[in-house]
């Protein structure tokens, strides 16, 4: 069993065909969980577990915290735990990924040095409030990299910048069942320690990375600490129906509204404009050159100097 779900966890999920998923999941969701606790992959090695239990002021996120060195995805490992039945708050981190997933399908580098993390949520929220899960992350993370001395800035949806480069991503997953989520992965990506010159030169002039900004290396444990206190307050907002609590913390924080955008949707679409708010479900509302109002659901945004 424990091999059979090793395997599966190695593998890139791309090659888990669903109705094996199902299979091992019906028959064997609660020794799956277990498994993993015991698997060998598990590493205290560049966080300190004891630290980070023991120092966390949460109720439920972080109960559960799986440590690894690497897997294709965190994202991927909690999406298959979530299947099998984990807890609100479990919490998977990766020193590394090799097939780490960013937003628009694309690849997202995760060597050694960054935070690479994701949380299994399961809100009992319609599906239309999932995207404010992800403002709400943006949120967090946002008051994360502030209070330890950086000008962070969030673009909208949900990029994280200092000095108009990136410094971290989010990328929010649902399943959902007739009209209710049944679990959102949340999965972050901060740029914390790791070497830039080791990621792809089109990359490099785009990105930040917290050590560049401060001139120190930033402790893991201490940065995680901080952001899944940060995220717990966050997300209980987002329960409690506190919506507007949480978009005027983004609003404040915001990169995008005032200025001039282009947003890069799907099939090669772009939208240009004023950005002129951010309305209650989440969407931009931009200001076209013609006076009209256009509301924004999702896409890339690209802000203009
Ligand atoms: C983006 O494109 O901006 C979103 C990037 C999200 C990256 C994080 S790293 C941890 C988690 N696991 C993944 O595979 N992706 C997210």
Redesign the pocket.
């Known amino acids: 069993m424990k091999k059979k779900m090793l395997e599966l966890l190695k593998k890139n999920r791309e090659d888990i065909s669903k109705t094996t998923l199902n299979e091992i999941l019906n028959n064997e969701e609660k020794e799956i969980a277990k498994a993993v606790k015991e698997t060998g992959l598990q590493t205290i090695e560049y966080i300190n577990r004891e630290k980070l239990e023991n120092s966390l002021k949460t109720k439920y996120i972080g109960n559960e915290i799986l440590i690894y060195k690497e897997v ?5 490992v ?1 999406e298959f735990l979530a299947e099998s039945g984990s807890d609100e708050g479990t919490v ?1 981190i ?1 020193k590394l ?1 090799s ?6 399908g ?1 690849k ?1 580098e ?1 060597p050694s040095g ?5 949380i299994i949520l399961k809100p009992d929220m319609a599906p239309s409030k999932a995207p404010l899960i992800t403002l709400a992350t943006g949120v967090a993370v946002a008051k994360t990299l502030i209070s330890i001395g950086v000008d962070a800035r969030i673009k909208w949806p ?2 994280i910048l200092i000095h108009d480069k ?1 410094v ?4 929010t997953e649902a399943s959902v069942k007739v009209n209710t989520i049944d679990y959102v ?1 949340v ?4 740029n914390n320690n790791l070497d830039i010159k080791m990621l792809p030169e089109e990359l490099q002039k785009k990105i930040t990375t917290l050590k560049n900004e401060l001139q120190i290396k930033v402790a893991e444990t201490e940065l995680i600490l901080k952001f899944l206190n940060e995220f717990e307050k966050v997300y209980n907002l987002f329960k409690e129906e506190k919506f507007e609590e949480i978009l005027d913390d983004w609003r404040k924080m915001s990169e995008t509204i005032g200025r001039f955008v282009e947003i890069k949707q799907t099939h090669g679409k772009s939208v240009k404009g004023y950005a002129v708010r951010i309305s209650n479900d989440g969407s931009l509302i931009l200001k076209e050159k013609d006076g009209n109002l256009k509301k924004v659901i999702s896409g890339e945004c690209l802000i203009k100097k």
């Open positions: 294709d995805s965190t994202n991927s909690a998977v990766s990924q097939q780490g997933k960013g937003r628009h694309r997202w995760s960054g935070i690479w993390l994701s949900n990029d990136k971290s991503g989010i990328l992965i999965g972050v990506g901060i």
